[in-house]
T-cell receptor, first 107, second 113 residues
Framework: KNEVEQSPQNLTAQEGEFITINCSYS?????LHWLQQHPGGGIVSLFM???GKKKHGRLIATINIQEKHSSLHITASHPRDSAVYIC?????????FGKGTRLHILP | NAGVTQTPKFQVLKTGQSMTLQCAQD?????MSWYRQDPGMGLRLIHY???????DQGEVPNGYNVSRSTTEDFPLRLLSAAPSQTSVYFC????????????FGPGTRLTVT
């Protein structure tokens, strides 16, 4: 079992829908990251958080340390949000990645 | 700033050959790391460095060497390439000394035949 699990693995939605991607982890982590990888390969760091909630434009990331769970929300989704979203956690001096959620937003 | 640069973008090697993947950053970042990305496996940490002269192993270090003689450069060496090392390799850096993949390079697609 992967120490960082994401759900769903794949998600297709219509433009404008509210999107939620979930990340659960089974080990203690000191920080959690959300990354975005567009088709073609480029990876962008969206958030690093260790508690609470962060917002950047239409993206919101939350983390619940007690429940070992984080969510990434996208409001008013747009086709340009189509990408793979990756959750990762800092454990000791390592970083552990989830396998990613492939999001496809239809116009 | 050029950010994080990687060369080459694509490479084909024969089994047993050696090569070096180059990674450089011009942001004066302390932390640099190498990841490989395989279908169905996600990103996995190969080696990382928290500053010049300091390197450490990640999750999948076997078959790879790294060095960090300057803050800017963090090359990854494949000693004797194997088909299992066919992958996409990403270099990343951040100002923090914690593992924090904030800035990624564009990736190197390596095929070993």
């Amino acid at each position: 079992k992967n120490e960082v699990e994401q759900s769903p693995q794949n998600l297709t939605a219509q433009e404008g829908e509210f999107i939620t991607i979930n990340c659960s982890y089974s080990v203690g982590i000191s920080a959690l990251h959300w990354l975005q990888q567009h088709p073609g390969g480029g990876i962008v760091s969206l958030f690093m958080l260790s508690s609470g909630k962060k917002k950047h434009g239409r993206l919101i990331a939350t983390i619940n340390i007690q429940e070992k769970h984080s969510s990434l929300h996208i409001t008013a989704s747009h086709p340009r949000d189509s990408a793979v979203y990756i959750c990762a956690g800092n454990r000791d001096d390592k970083i552990i990645f989830g396998k990613g959620t492939r999001l496809h937003i239809l116009p | 700033n050029a950010g994080v640069t990687q060369t080459p973008k694509f490479q084909v090697l024969k089994t047993g050959q050696s090569m070096t993947l180059q990674c450089a950053q011009d942001m004066n970042h302390e932390y640099m790391s190498w990841y490989r990305q395989d279908p169905g496996m996600g990103l996995r940490l190969i080696h990382y460095s928290v500053g010049a002269g300091i390197t450490d192993q990640g999750e999948v270090p076997n078959g790879y060497n790294v060095s960090r003689s300057t803050t800017e450069d963090f090359p990854l060496r494949l000693l004797s390439a194997a088909p299992s090392q066919t992958s996409v390799y990403f270099c990343a850096s951040s100002y923090s000394i914690l593992p924090d993949p904030k800035y990624f390079g564009p990736g190197t697609r390596l095929t070993v035949t």
